[in-house]
């Protein structure tokens, strides 16, 4: 319970409950915003706003993440193309150019190590640079990670920030 409060609390939500003869009711609530991410107020020099023109593939299995992260980097002026599955992915990136991949590393049906060994055994003229995501990964995987080819190891939750960063260094 203190755990899920703290989280709530991080998005400046709470957690609720009331309890009656039929049982406990837990309300957790957090405020949902309708607009873009260059609209938010940001702190003055912590960001910049940059334009990076980049063509990303982004794979995760959870739409929600798909959409934040596809909303975050058109801000930023990225063709964004947007999977749940990793098999659709690869298709993608053996038949177009991408400048990056960012995948969610635990996916159904292929996992996203398979996924970045795969890409990087294509025989193209053009690879991808490479971001592994995930949450509460352990130390073990993230290593086996960091050896496949990759750019950046990026620990959900993300922050914007994390993707500038990791755009602007890889350029």
Do not use: W
Not at 5 to 23: C, M, N
Request: glycine letters at 6%.
């Amino acid at each position: 319970m203190a755990l899920s409060r703290t989280i709530a609390h991080e998005f400046g939500g709470d957690l609720s409950f009331d309890t009656s003869a039929d049982g406990t009711v837990f309300k957790f609530r957090i405020p949902c915003v309708a607009q873009s991410f260059a609209a938010k107020q940001k702190p003055s020099g912590v960001y910049k706003k940059y334009a990076f023109n980049k063509r990303v593939l982004i794979v995760d299995d959870e739409v929600g993440i798909l959409n934040v992260l596809k909303g975050l980097l058109e801000d930023y002026d990225c063709k964004v193309t947007v999977t749940p599955d990793a098999h659709t992915a690869l298709s993608l990136v053996e038949n177009d150019q991408y400048d990056y991949v960012i995948t969610d590393m635990k996916m159904p049906t292929m996992d996203g190590l398979e996924l970045i060994q795969r890409i990087n055994s294509l025989n193209s003229t053009h690879t991808p640079k490479i971001v592994a995501m995930s949450g509460g990964v352990s130390n073990y995987y993230e290593q086996l990670v960091k050896q496949s080819k990759i750019v950046a190891f990026v620990s959900k939750p993300f922050s914007e920030q994390k993707f500038v960063e990791i755009f602007s260094e890889s350029a």
